[in-house]
């Protein structure tokens, strides 16, 4: 199993990040939004805590920045009918704390706002992760000062009110990171977002 990843950052997309390591090899890694706009610019040196999830269909290696991101996706992956996919459409919706504690707070709203998330799945995750990962629902060192953060993730809220699927208002968003918006204010990524419409 691979549970770290360091190497060369030598792409950096939206929908996954490709590392080097220092033996030559490239492995391809998915990571949540919250992660991809933390990461450093193509080139730079990078390491990333990993979860290798096995189906019958795909091997996928999915990508976090620190252990208590790690913890948390692996703990969504307990609940029924959560796989690799849905606990990364979490995990891009919310920082790890702040799903944690929509989790413990029984917080439905903020659960539904998560594409592919209705009530009654919100209803189900809250019964069956609240206790899993209460320990895990505190404010994560750094997290506000982490370029882009907050701003993403309420430019993520403010597409989805305006009509955008979450996945496609995730999309947007990576895009505008990817183009240069990391650090800016919700705004102005709400801006650049929509212009790719």
Do not use: C, N
């Not at 913890?71 to 690799?84: E, Y």
């Not at 995750?125 to 370029?147: H, N």
């Not at 403010?158 to 919700?186: C, I, K, P, T």
């Amino acid at each position: 199993m691979i549970s770290r990843l360091k190497g060369i950052l030598v792409t950096r997309d939206p929908d996954a990040v490709e590392i080097e390591t220092a033996g030559g090899v490239v492995y391809e890694v998915e990571v949540p939004l919250t992660v991809f706009q933390r990461l450093p610019t193509r080139g730079s040196a990078v390491e990333l805590r990993t979860v290798q999830v096995v189906s019958e269909k795909s091997v996928a290696l999915y990508g976090f920045i620190d252990d208590v991101e790690r913890t948390l996706f692996q703990r969504l992956l307990t609940a029924s009918g959560v796989g690799g996919k849905m606990a990364l459409s979490m995990m891009s919706a919310y920082r790890a704390d702040r799903l944690a504690r929509a989790l413990v707070e029984k917080d439905l709203g903020a659960l539904q706002q998560i594409s592919g998330v209705g009530r009654k799945k919100a209803e189900k995750l809250v019964v069956e992760l609240s206790e899993k990962v209460a320990d895990l629902a505190v404010a994560m060192p750094g997290a506000t000062g982490a370029p882009g953060g907050a701003g993403a993730q309420e430019a993520v809220k403010a597409l989805v009110v305006l009509g955008y699927s979450f996945s496609d208002a995730d999309h947007a968003v990576r895009q505008a990171l990817e183009d240069g918006a990391s650090g800016a204010s919700a705004d102005e990524i709400i801006r650049r977002a929509l212009s790719y419409r």
